[in-house]
């Protein structure tokens, strides 16, 4: 697992802020330090822990070859989701979140489908066929399907697990990851239930800075469960080479 953070870099981060105080949600309570000028105040010592714990839980993800599905929507949100996502692999959802993409993956994996033909037959060739007004539409075609699901255009099945940046604002992905019993880590502000999600982290989820640094703590405790699948299946390897050269010996 990545080091984890000093206090002092997550003070800097702004991970401790939450909302004012009239907008706490009671079960985000015990996560609670102080108040300060009616703002709520993260105590960043719990945040560590459940960090901890999360990151854990991510690198056995990447261990097992489990996919992690990023999701994050929210403006300052969605380029960092999409960046770390790509740095190791996985699959998110950074523009809007379509309602069934978990609940009814069917309908999802049409979509996918259509746009690996669609841009399968245009890399092919296959649109010089067609009028110009007809390949028009179909470049717009493939254009809209990669705005909705561009991001997922590799998942062949449900995700093992979600990572979410404010469970408040996509609310639906965590209302259908809990109808699928997908497990989700997510940071949790103190304006949300942490009890709707499995790995929650207390933070402030609108600091960018704050969420650069999760962001990229989960995307490296990820890459090393990729890593120490890698390095053990290259162990095996070498014990069964070791095996069969002492029995041709």
Not at 37 to 66: C, F, H, P, Q
Not at 155 to 166: E, H, N, R, S, T
């Amino acid at each position: 697992m990545p080091q984890l953070p000093a206090l002092v870099t997550m003070l800097e981060s702004g991970l401790h802020f939450g909302h004012k105080r009239s907008r706490r949600y009671p079960k985000m309570e015990p996560f609670i330090f102080t108040t300060k000028n009616d703002i709520n105040i993260i105590d960043l010592r719990k945040t560590l822990d459940y960090l901890s714990g999360a990151l854990d839980y991510v690198r056995r993800l990447g261990e097992t070859g489990a996919t992690l599905l990023f999701v994050g929507t929210k403006k300052q949100a969605a380029p960092l989701v999409a960046q770390y996502a790509g740095v190791c692999n996985q699959p998110y959802v950074a523009t809007r979140w379509i309602g069934g993409t978990l609940t009814n993956f069917a309908v999802i994996s049409k979509m996918i489908k259509k746009y690996w033909n669609l841009t399968g037959q245009r890399d092919g060739g296959e649109f010089e066929k067609y009028t110009k007004k007809e390949q028009l539409d179909l470049s717009r075609e493939i254009e809209e399907l990669e705005s909705l699901i561009g991001g997922i255009k590799h998942l062949q099945k449900l995700p093992a697990a979600l990572f979410v940046v404010d469970i408040s604002h996509d609310s639906t992905a965590v209302k259908e990851g809990r109808k699928r019993n997908v497990p989700i880590v997510a940071l949790c502000d103190t304006n949300v239930n942490p009890e709707l999600v499995n790995y929650p982290i207390p933070a402030n989820d609108d600091a960018v800075k704050g969420l650069n640094l999760i962001l990229d703590l989960v995307s490296k405790s990820y890459c090393e469960g990729v890593a120490r699948k890698a390095q053990a299946k290259e162990k095996e390897e070498a014990k069964n080479q070791g095996t069969e050269k002492s029995l041709e010996i």
